[in-house]
């Protein structure tokens, strides 16, 4: 498979780094093709401003999502943007690796779906009417492709549990997972995620690697989480809201949008 790895942390001898390492080396080694988008080594620009659509006459008002359709639509995004585009485009899967900073990605990475991400091309796809809200939730532009997370985390993984108390880890990363990769199309595979890490001792370095590598080999086979798809039946339109006779009756929340037939 081709792989971009999309890297957001500012120092290469980190944890982060070396880990990157190991899933690169883990990967070629399984015969993928790997791309690396190191976003702090390249200086990313994370925030949408006027530099982004310098076609817009100075006075006129800058509405992004609008600015963002006509961009693309007119090829006019600007080159570091459509540079990543063309690696979406050419990779089979995505990887996005950083380290847990308050709840979520690191401004960065944020910056680079803003803008990457853009109308036409991850979102505003498909026909929107009243029968169809358009191909998102399991299709759209990157259908047919993987995606996953490979985080690290300070706090201790039971604090992530059901009851913990900064919440489960899948909820924490519904937003990203649901919102930013399955939203286009990707089958997103479950995270990789390292706990406790900011006390980590060589063996539970030994430990987390080993655990990497066996997900790198496995990225072809896994099973995807199995969230329900926008277009299957499952949601009523335009309400969107899932059908009332699916799901566990006392669910609430983010578990709501599996299939548990397919877990
Ligand atoms: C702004 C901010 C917000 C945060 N918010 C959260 C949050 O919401 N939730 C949460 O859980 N945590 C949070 N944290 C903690 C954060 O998630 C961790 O500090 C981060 O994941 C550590 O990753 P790193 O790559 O920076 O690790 P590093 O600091 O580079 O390394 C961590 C430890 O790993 C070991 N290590 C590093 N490299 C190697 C190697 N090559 N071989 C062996 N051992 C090695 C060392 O013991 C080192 O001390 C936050 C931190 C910051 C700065």
Redesign the pocket.
Known sequence: MRVLLVFA?P?PR???G?LRDIAIKELESQGHEVCVSDLYADGWKSEIDRADFPWLAPDAQLIPGAASKRAFEANALTADVKAEIEKLRWADMLILQF?????TMPAILKGWVDRVFAYGFAYGVGEHSDKRWGDRYGEGTLAGKRAMLIV????WQEHYTPRGINGPIDDLLFPINHGILYYPGYEVLPPFVVYR??R?D?AG?QSAAERLRERMRTIKTASPIPYRRQNGGDYLIPSMQLRTELGDPGATGFALHLDSTNL
Do not use: C, I, K, R
């Open positions: 942390h120092e980190s944890l982060n070396a380290p847990l900073w308050w709840f690290t985390a300070g706090g890490v900011d980590f060589e370095f």
